[in-house]
């Protein structure tokens, strides 16, 4: 049978390879003539962000050839109109030579100018269209520039002439169906792979895509631009919603929410700068005390015994609860993993309506006080992959001199779509942290996955025994399913074993534990929980929270409204470190300005949020814009009653925090990109 297969697929593959050699040759031009990076600067960093930036153009390869081979894969076209289709063909070639090849003209341009690569807020200057068309012709040369477009994309069509003679016009050879298919096949497969970006560790269960948040591994985001390919991050910042504030709303509330956060308004228009000195509660002591964060994986209060479950799911937390500082109150802004870790780390809640904010490469590089840890040896540990919503671009961009452990670096194997179990996890981490330079303390961020679906126990568990339990009691008290009521139990147990870890490794007692949950699964019975959190919604956002520090910090029940924002002000006063921030975290052990504490919270995502703000008795909820305000008592068995009216001051005071802390949230997510 004539199959000609080969022929296509040479065709293809050769058109591929002109893609790949151009877009080569254009980063090589940009790192030698515009990036600003010389070729035996940081040599670890630099060769690898290449290779990462290779592995986007030879994806952007594949699906500029993509039409081409549809188009020569359908039989009866070739057939009926094979000069037509050629022409067509050739057409196609032709226009996205001429737009690939200016994106790049337009990239080299701006980043010469703004040091940043080509992306979606480029297209502001066409407001005004006049102004930039003539600062373009009078700053470059414009005729040679038009001259070298037009030679590349002449030079380029010719190569694809060339190889429609050597591959389309060559003469028909017979394949046989079975070569056929299995080239057919391996050709499949290897676009695939090409087209995921990742040639090396994948997870087959839970493939990663490459992302533009790899490039930034290194931290140096001079180095990272060279990882990044303009056309695909063109596109990738395309698709990102403004978040813009509300001008008017947070201007006319920006004195409320000044006092909240302590500062004192310059009248030189909306800041939240401030400045906090070294705190007199800070710890004694000449060498200051190492801090974990560890984030649990869709841990909340309901399925918590401190909190009132009564189904024993977690004998170790409760145990640590009465040695701890523990928090009645604390909450999430935002449910979701990537938005607690975003928070977590720069002290401003995601309220971004569309995705993440992790995702907008315009703006994960923040300030964070992690940074003002001056002395402290920094790690983050994922046992799964980072590249997961960009987290690793927030974490590499944001924190200076972090090593970041995830899939790829562990010993251990992985057990599901979420990497290595979160035992192996926090044993792995308990190596790194006791193999650290002992003349220094650390930083830790551990961020566990185990509590999520598909809830997987691993054979590999130092002897955790899962249990038995009738559906409809685990149901009853908040999981909805025994594996989740497990999975939740060996959270639970590796938390208790990771302690006996920091002892055994000698840096228990001058470390602060920091845990907290990352956000509940919305439960549809919690009958040992007050009906307020089912009712309105705040199970999702209601999650524990401890200080585990028995050998520097006196138990201390909490019960005051906190936040998660307030979690790196409080160990920067507790470590006796000053620090400058615009962010909306605030040290829990300083007195709260406007009174009884509040805290912002989103209750419903989406493009038209619900918003809210909570103290430890109420909770005021309104639309994002303000309206249809309504406020609740969270101790009341009618909880979705509006008692405004019964507390008319205090209804004021939140339905102002609430709608200005949403707006200053807004405002901070872009006024706190780091220069």
């Known amino acids: 049978m004539n199959i000609l297969l080969s022929r296509r697929l040479g065709y293809f593959a050769g058109g591929t390879a002109i893609f790949f050699l151009?877009?080569?040759a254009m980063r090589m031009l940009f790192f030698v003539g515009f990036s600003g990076v010389a070729p035996d600067e940081n040599p670890e960093a630099v060769w690898p962000t290449l290779g990462i930036g290779l592995q986007f153009d030879m994806r952007l390869a594949l699906l500029l050839?993509?039409?081409?081979?549809?188009?020569?894969?359908?039989?009866?076209?070739?057939?009926?109109?094979?000069?037509?289709?050629?022409?067509?063909?050739?057409?196609?070639?032709?226009?996205?030579?001429?737009?690939?090849v200016l994106i790049y003209i337009f990239d080299f341009g701006h980043y010469a100018y703004l040091g940043v690569r080509?992306?979606?807020?480029?297209?502001?200057?066409?407001a005004d269209a006049q102004i930039s068309t003539d600062m373009i012709w009078?700053?470059?040369?414009?005729?040679?520039?038009?001259?070298?477009?037009?030679?590349?994309?002449?030079?380029?069509?010719?190569?694809?002439?060339?190889?429609?003679?050597?591959?389309?016009?060559?003469?028909q050879v017979p394949v046989p169906r079975l070569a056929a298919g299995l080239g057919g096949t391996v050709v499949t497969a290897l676009v695939l792979v090409g087209l995921l970006g990742r040639y090396t560790n994948i997870n087959l269960e839970n493939p990663v895509p490459l992302r533009w948040s790899d490039a930034f591994f290194s931290g140096d985001s001079q180095i990272g631009a060279l990882g990044l390919n303009p056309l695909?991050?063109?596109?990738?910042?395309?698709?990102?919603?403004?978040?813009?504030?509300?001008a008017e709303a947070l201007t006319r509330l920006y004195p409320v929410v000044a006092n909240y956060l302590g500062v004192t308004p310059s009248g030189q228009g909306i800041s939240f700068e401030r400045h906090v000195g070294v705190q007199p509660h800070a710890l004694p002591g000449e060498r200051k005390p190492n801090i974990v964060f560890i984030m649990l994986e869709s841990l909340g209060t309901s399925a918590v015994g401190a909190y009132g479950n009564p189904l024993n799911p977690t004998p170790n937390l409760d145990a640590l609860a009465p040695q701890s500082w523990f928090f009645k109150h604390f909450y999430v802004p935002v449910t979701g993993t990537a938005k607690t870790v975003w928070a977590s780390i720069t002290g401003i809640p995601d309220v971004t309506r569309q995705e993440t904010a992790s995702r907008n490469p315009l703006i994960i590089r923040q300030n964070t006080l992690i940074n003002a840890l001056e002395d402290y040896q920094k790690i983050y540990t994922v046992g799964g992959s980072a590249g997961w919503a960009n987290i690793n671009g927030v974490i590499m961009q944001s924190i200076d001199d972090i090593t970041l452990y995830e899939e790829g670096y562990w010993q251990a194997p992985n057990v599901d779509v979420w990497g290595i179990s979160d035992l192996d996890l926090f044993k792995e981490t308990d190596q790194i942290l006791q193999?650290?330079?002992?003349?220094?303390?650390?930083?830790?961020?551990?961020?566990?996955?185990?509590?999520?679906?598909?809830?997987?126990?691993?054979?590999?568990?130092?002897?955790?025994?899962?249990?038995?339990?009738?559906?409809?009691?685990?149901?009853?008290?908040?999981?909805?399913?025994?594996?989740?009521?497990?999975?939740?139990?060996?959270?639970?147990?590796?938390?208790?074993?990771?302690?006996e870890m920091a002892k055994a490794g000698g840096y228990y007692e001058n470390t602060i534990f920091v845990l907290f949950g990352d956000h509940n699964t919305r439960i549809s019975q919690l009958p040992h929980m007050p009906p307020a959190f089912e009712q309105l919604g705040l199970e999702s956002n209601?999650?524990?929270?401890?200080?585990h520090a028995p050998g520097l910090l006196e138990p201390r029940v909490f019960e005051e409204a906190t936040g998660l924002a307030d979690l790196l002000p409080t160990m920067a006063g507790l470590v006796g470190v000053e620090y400058t921030t615009r962010t909306m975290g605030r040290d829990i052990l300083l007195p709260s300005p406007e009174g009884e504490r509040a805290i912002p919270v989103v209750l419903r995502e989406g493009t038209f949020p619900l918003i809210g703000v909570v103290t430890k008795d109420f909770l005021v909820q309104m639309n994002h814009d303000g309206t249809s305000p309504s406020m609740h008592d969270l101790a009341s068995l009618e909880p979705l009653q509006n008692v405004a009216e019964q507390h008319p001051e205090e209804y004021q005071r939140l339905l102002d925090l609430g709608r200005g802390l949403y707006?200053?949230?807004r405002f901070m997510l872009t006024d706190n990109v780091r220069e």
């Open 232 to 246: 695909l991050f063109l596109y990738d910042t395309w698709d990102v919603q403004d978040d813009g504030y509300d």
């Open 138 to 171: 009078q700053t470059y040369p414009v005729v040679w520039i038009t001259l070298g477009w037009i030679a590349t994309v002449a030079l380029t069509l010719f190569a694809f002439l060339r190889l429609e003679r050597v591959t389309l016009d060559r003469p």
């Open 65 to 100: 050839m993509l039409p081409v081979a549809l188009a020569l894969l359908l039989p009866r076209l070739r057939q009926r109109f094979p000069v037509q289709l050629r022409w067509a063909l050739r057409g196609y070639l032709a226009v996205a030579l001429m737009g690939l």
């Open 435 to 499: 193999a650290l330079p002992e003349d220094k303390p650390f930083f830790a961020y551990i961020q566990t996955a185990g509590n999520h679906r598909p809830f997987t126990i691993p054979e590999d568990n130092d002897g955790f025994e899962t249990l038995d339990l009738p559906l409809e009691q685990v149901q009853e008290f908040g999981s909805r399913s025994v594996e989740q009521y497990n999975a939740v139990r060996l959270l639970d147990f590796n938390i208790g074993r990771f302690m």
């Open 542 to 547: 209601h999650v524990p929270m401890l200080i």
């Open 118 to 126: 080509l992306n979606a807020s480029a297209f502001r200057y066409t």
């Open 663 to 665: 707006e200053a949230a």
């Open 22 to 24: 151009l877009l080569a």
